[in-house]
Nanobody
Framework: QVLLAESGGGLVQAGASLRLSCVAS????????VGWFRQAPGKEREFVAG???????YYADSAKGRFTLSRDNAKKTVSLQMNSLRPEDTAVYYC????????????????????WGQGTQVTVSS
């Protein structure tokens, strides 16, 4: 099990930046994949970005060119730098962790993840 805690959300204007952090707490040495998802009211949880233990990156089309994901395994931290924020980025952002993904497509599906943080609210005003 991986305990996850997100931070860094807030209320910003369109065009601003935010940096979200996901800190993991685990004694399990098994490498795990970390994905960032977001969920707006009335919508399903959607993939934003993800990173393997070795640093291979995956981005949703909506995040490409604006968001940058990074990982520090020693600090058990995964950070999501979000630039040029738009009102449509408004959502609760969650980080999830998982160890078994049969295909790369599985990274994009919330149900494939084993553990989740409590989420952090990002609100972008126009």
């Amino acid at each position: 099990q991986v305990l996850l805690a997100e931070s860094g959300g807030g209320l910003v204007q369109a065009g601003a930046s935010l940096r979200l952090s996901c800190v993991a707490s685990t004694r399990n040495p098994t490498p795990y994949f970390v994905g960032w998802f977001r969920q707006a009211p009335g919508k399903e949880r959607e993939f934003v970005a993800g990173i393997t233990w070795k640093g291979t990156l995956y981005y949703a089309d909506s995040a490409k060119g604006r968001f940058t994901l990074s990982r520090d395994n020693a600090k058990k931290t995964v950070s999501l730098q979000m630039n040029s924020l738009r009102p449509e980025d408004t959502a609760v952002y969650y980080c999830g962790a998982g160890t078994v993904f049969n295909t790369e497509d599985a990274y994009y599906r919330a149900r494939e993840y084993d553990d989740w943080g409590q989420g952090t609210q990002v609100t972008v005003s126009s």
